[in-house]
């Protein structure tokens, strides 16, 4: 079965400094990867993913994510966060089966922007 | 295109009561899922269809949980006699099967989601 860890629960960042998010995967092939933040009482806005090719994967708001096979990783990073990066972001796994790609997420990592 | 739209945005309920939950999906967009999100939790797959067949249920979704899409556009999620472990938030993402593209990265249809409905039950 495929499953998804977010081992930080809660990170805290000074304004302007950088952000790592880490996600680690469990998926018997290659996995299709997501970033997804979701902002207080709002549902899921897809960040970037990966499905293949380039490791490094760009995405929306100046996100990028590093898909690491060796390490089952799929870290987000940012270089230089802004007070509305503040949000609950979760990492996602996908797979197919019989037609039904649906999504496995982590518990989320709840992103805190101090001044 | 307006997005996937879900109604209500909020449902306050007492314990025991039905409350059913719409859901309109991109158009023509053929697949539909539905996740629950509680507090402090990734969101997690209750059902998904494939335009008006409902082909796979989670374990989570319970006997008192029932959806459906009649006509293969919007969907209902309704949950008969409410307990208190049913509050969360309901969220609803729907895709578009593409036909083969080229390589893996036409393999897998990206869902949408929409803004959720979160239930509360007293």
């Known amino acids: 079965a495929q499953s998804v860890t977010q081992p930080d629960i809660h990170i805290t960042v000074s304004e302007g400094a950088s952000l790592e998010l880490r996600c680690n995967y469990s998926y018997g092939a290659t996995p299709y990867l997501f970033w997804y933040v979701q902002s207080p009482g709002q549902g899921l806005q897809l960040l970037l993913k990966y499905f293949s090719g380039d490791t490094l994967v760009q995405g929306i708001k100046g996100f990028e994510a590093e898909f690491k096979r060796s390490q089952s990783s799929f870290n987000l990073r940012k270089p230089s966060v802004h007070w509305s990066d503040a949000a609950e972001y979760f990492c996602?796994?996908?797979?197919?089966?019989?037609?039904?790609?649906?999504?496995?997420f982590g518990t989320g990592t709840r992103l805190t922007i101090i001044p | 295109d307006t997005g996937v739209s879900q109604d209500p945005r909020h449902k306050i309920t007492k314990r025991g009561q039905n409350v059913t939950f719409r859901c309109d999906p991109i158009s023509e967009h053929n697949r539909l899922y539905w996740y629950r999100q509680t507090l402090g939790q990734g969101p997690e797959f209750l059902t998904y269809f494939q335009n008006e067949a409902q082909l796979e249920k989670s374990r989570l979704l319970s006997d008192r949980f029932s959806a459906e899409r009649p006509k293969g556009s919007f969907s209902t999620l309704e949950i008969q006699r409410t307990e208190q472990g049913d509050s969360a938030m309901y969220l609803c993402a729907s895709s578009k099967k593409r036909g083969p593209g080229s390589g893996r990265a036409g393999s897998y249809n990206e869902q949408f989601f929409g803004p959720g409905t979160r239930l509360t039950v007293l």
């Open positions: 996602a796994v996908g797979g197919a089966w019989f037609g039904n790609e649906k999504l496995t």
